[in-house]
């Protein structure tokens, strides 16, 4: 199975896992089904997802980290065989993440405002993300 689809079951794994304790998990739980069941067999895809919820639900109580990744170590291997097995689950994989997680469409807008008072002289440098050198003090002086 080559590297895309291996994180694309990765992927698919972690969300389905995170949707299982979320109010949305039915919509999912059946977009789910239908993806693992090809058709055949759905009472028994649900009744394995509603299992896993059960016992991640109760290792989330417990604080046991190592179950909840058993669950989604579970699952990320029978996406995998489904990926493998069927090509065309992939498109519908890729759209159900886009739907869980959607991009945004554009560039984000944020506003700043930043304010500098006090009694101190000197360089205010403010920013975010700075890239390359800066250099403040001996290189900067007034003549």
Same mark, same amino acid.
């Given at each position: 199975?080559? +590297?895309?689809?291996?994180?694309?079951?990765?992927?698919?794994?972690?969300?389905?896992? %995170?949707?299982?304790?979320?109010?949305?998990?039915?919509?999912? &739980?059946?977009?789910?089904?239908?993806?693992?069941? =090809?058709? &055949?067999?759905?009472?028994?895809?649900?009744?394995?997802?509603? #299992?896993? =919820?059960?016992?991640?639900?109760?290792?989330?109580?417990?604080?046991?980290?190592?179950?909840? +990744?058993?669950? %989604?170590?579970?699952?990320?291997?029978? @996406?995998? =065989?489904?990926?493998?097995?069927?090509? %065309?689950?992939?498109? #519908?994989? &890729?759209?159900? @993440?886009? #739907?869980?997680?959607?991009?945004?469409?554009?560039?984000?807008?944020?506003?700043?405002?930043?304010?500098?008072?006090?009694?101190?002289?000197?360089?205010?440098?403010?920013?975010?993300?700075?890239?390359?050198?800066?250099?403040?003090? #001996?290189?900067? &002086? =007034?003549?």
């Amino acid at each position: 199975m080559d +590297a895309e689809l291996t994180a694309l079951a990765a992927a698919g794994a972690t969300a389905l896992v %995170q949707q299982m304790v979320t109010d949305g998990w039915g919509n999912v &739980r059946d977009r789910a089904v239908a993806l693992f069941s =090809r058709g &055949r067999d759905e009472e028994s895809v649900q009744g394995e997802l509603e #299992e896993s =919820r059960a016992d991640l639900v109760a290792a989330r109580d417990a604080d046991d980290e190592d179950a909840a +990744a058993d669950i %989604q170590a579970s699952w990320r291997a029978r @996406l995998r =065989r489904t990926l493998r097995d069927d090509p %065309q689950a992939a498109a #519908e994989l &890729r759209a159900l @993440l886009d #739907e869980l997680d959607p991009q945004p469409t554009g560039p984000a807008t944020l506003t700043v405002h930043n304010t500098v008072s006090g009694g101190a002289s000197g360089v205010v440098v403010q920013g975010g993300t700075f890239n390359g050198g800066l250099t403040i003090g #001996e290189s900067w &002086r =007034r003549t």
